[in-house]
């Protein structure tokens, strides 16, 4: 059995700048992890923060960006054949998003959450290579 290792097409880390799968590099590595039955620690003392983009501004990068990282996710929830109870749930809630934006007369973040909601679909319906 291999070892675990980070996935380099995942994740928008050195050099990816044209990898479409703008994240999900960590969540591939835990997912590995748990496949092989591995110890996994969870420290709360940890966090990471993501840009609030309501606050700093919706720009065609940010959109861009949120593509990027749905393609990602939707890669992920493939790669690991998620069930499609899941993969259903991670495709509803950007549109849930987008709709909510909408009512609230809010469409700059109701395109974020479309945007998301392309790149999920986008990265769960590409093939993934037999290797992967």
Not at 28 to 42: I, M
Not at 79 to 95: A, E, M, N
Not at 119 to 129: E, F, N, P, Q, V
Request: with cysteine; charged share 25%; glycine share 12%.
């Amino acid at each position: 059995m291999g070892g675990i290792r980070f996935d380099e097409t995942l994740g928008p880390g050195e050099g990816k700048a044209n990898s479409l799968w703008g994240c999900g590099e960590d969540i591939d590595l835990v997912l590995q992890l748990v496949r092989r039955e591995e110890h996994v620690y969870f420290d709360p003392t940890l966090t990471i923060c993501h840009p609030d983009w309501s606050i700093t501004g919706y720009t065609p990068a940010v959109y861009n960006k949120a593509k990027s990282y749905g393609r990602g996710m939707g890669r992920v929830l493939r790669k690991h054949r998620y069930p499609v109870r899941l993969v259903t749930y991670h495709l509803i809630r950007p549109i849930g998003g987008t709709l909510l934006s909408i009512l609230r007369g809010r469409l700059a973040k109701a395109r974020y959450h479309w945007s998301m909601f392309v790149g999920r679909l986008y990265g769960w319906t590409a093939a993934i290579d037999t290797a992967d």
